[in-house]
């Protein structure tokens, strides 16, 4: 599986914007999917994850009501919706593509995009 994120940039405190995951592969369908980011000098961690069908999701506490995952498999395409943005969301947003285990779990992922960056202005 190949992944290519786009949709990062510049955005003011309260903000939104709308990443974009595109990826091939004939298994993307049957992967979990998730979004992690890595601020500056700070450990990656997990944003939002997405099972196969889309039934179930994980959000990090620090996103949760304000970040909305969503996968289109017809398309090979996930989405990260985030609203209401803050300064302390800017990061290199990455997306991740596994074959089974925890969304949140960085370990559980296999395959890597190359990450978009995201900045909130206060």
Not at 53 to 72: E, L, P, Q
Not at 73 to 87: D, E, F, I, T, W
Not at 92 to 103: N, P
Request: net charge positive.
């Amino acid at each position: 599986v190949q992944l290519q994120a786009s949709g990062g940039g510049l955005v003011q405190a309260g903000g939104s914007l709308r990443l974009s995951c595109a990826a091939s592969g004939r298994t993307f369908s049957k992967n979990i999917m998730g979004w992690f980011r890595q601020a500056p000098g700070k450990e990656r961690e997990s944003v939002a994850g997405i099972s196969w069908n889309g039934a179930v999701t994980h959000y990090a506490d620090s996103v949760k009501g304000r970040f909305a995952i969503s996968r289109d498999n017809l398309k090979n395409m996930v989405y990260l919706q985030m609203n209401s943005l803050k300064p302390e969301d800017t990061a290199v947003y990455f997306c991740a593509s596994g074959g089974k285990g925890s969304l949140g779990r960085a370990r559980d992922y296999d395959f890597w995009g190359q990450g978009t960056l995201v900045t909130v202005s206060s």
